[in-house]
């Protein structure tokens, strides 16, 4: 089974409204035993989501798009750090690694965001700090030396564990990748309150990039009432992290 076949299967349920309200009744874990964590920003062991510095990719949805499927271009370059940055949880001060996603539609700059992970050595897992978020809405790239059309940037979506109730989630587990597994990423109240279903493991993955063994596929969704039919399919594979996410995928 090809990545489309199982992006195509999981969007058939997702968007079921008796299937998504069932989803939303089963609990997701939202406590996690921080205390027990010693966490580290770089070198980390889960091959799934990479914390290395310098660590780079770019996805793009060129197959969508060259086949009439999709109206506009969208990229997203992913860069590993070399920030950190300190969160202050429950008293308790914790540096993070910043990674990056820049995306963009057309050639023309959409979002920046600087996500702050750290993995915990003990388990593998990688936590989810919170981010910062800039979205370039109805700006005017004219001339890249001149500064942006005031009130252009808008933050939506920015989030930091410890401030305003937000609490740390994972992004991904360590270990054994359990299907069925389900928890929350994003724990910010009113923000953002994303949460991830673990779907299938052992896939083999192929895209423009190549060939990939061992994939997992993860159905991210939220628990907000505005949007909770959505659902975002993402495939994550050994020593590179997302080769798939919805219409994008790992570009060459």
């Known amino acids: ?20 309200d069932a989803a939303d ?20 062991t889960n091959p799934y989501f990479i914390i290395q510095v310098d660590h780079q990719y770019t996805l793009d949805n060129f197959t969508c798009y060259s086949e009439g499927e999709c109206d506009e271009f969208e990229t997203a370059t992913i860069t590993v750090t070399g920030v950190t940055h300190t969160v202050t949880v429950d008293g308790r001060n914790i540096d993070t690694r910043v990674i ?32 910062t978020v800039d979205i370039y809405e109805d700006c005017e790239f004219k001339n890249p030396d001149n500064p942006l059309p005031e009130g252009c940037v ?45 779907i ?14 061992d ?15 959505a659902g975002d399919t993402k495939l994550y594979c050994p020593g590179t992290g997302i080769v798939v996410d919805n219409d994008i995928e790992l570009a060459p």
Not at 105 to 131: M, P, Q, R, W
Not at 167 to 194: H, K, L, N, S, W
Request: one cysteine or more; proline letters at 3%.
């Open 200 to 213: 299938a493991t052992g896939l083999d993955v192929e895209v423009r990039a190549g060939l990939f063994h």
């Open 25 to 44: 009744k089963r609990y997701f874990t939202d406590v996690f035993p921080l205390d027990d964590c010693e966490f580290i920003t770089d070198n980390g």
């Open 154 to 198: 808008t933050h939506d979506g920015a989030w930091e564990a410890g401030l305003d109730g937000a609490q740390p989630g994972i992004i991904m587990t360590g270990g054994a990748f359990m299907v069925g597994a389900r928890y929350a990423q994003e724990i910010a109240p009113g923000v953002a309150m994303d949460r991830s279903e673990h």
């Open 100 to 131: 990056q996603e820049v995306e963009s539609v057309d050639g023309e700059l959409l979002e920046i965001s600087h996500n702050y992970y750290a993995e915990c050595a003990n388990t593998g897992d990688v936590y989810y700090f919170g981010e």
């Open 1 to 20: 089974m090809n990545y489309k076949t199982i992006l195509a299967a999981v969007a058939s349920i997702a968007l079921l409204p008796a299937a998504a």
């Open 215 to 229: 994939c997992v596929e993860v159905l991210d969704t939220t628990s907000f009432e505005s949007n909770k039919h």
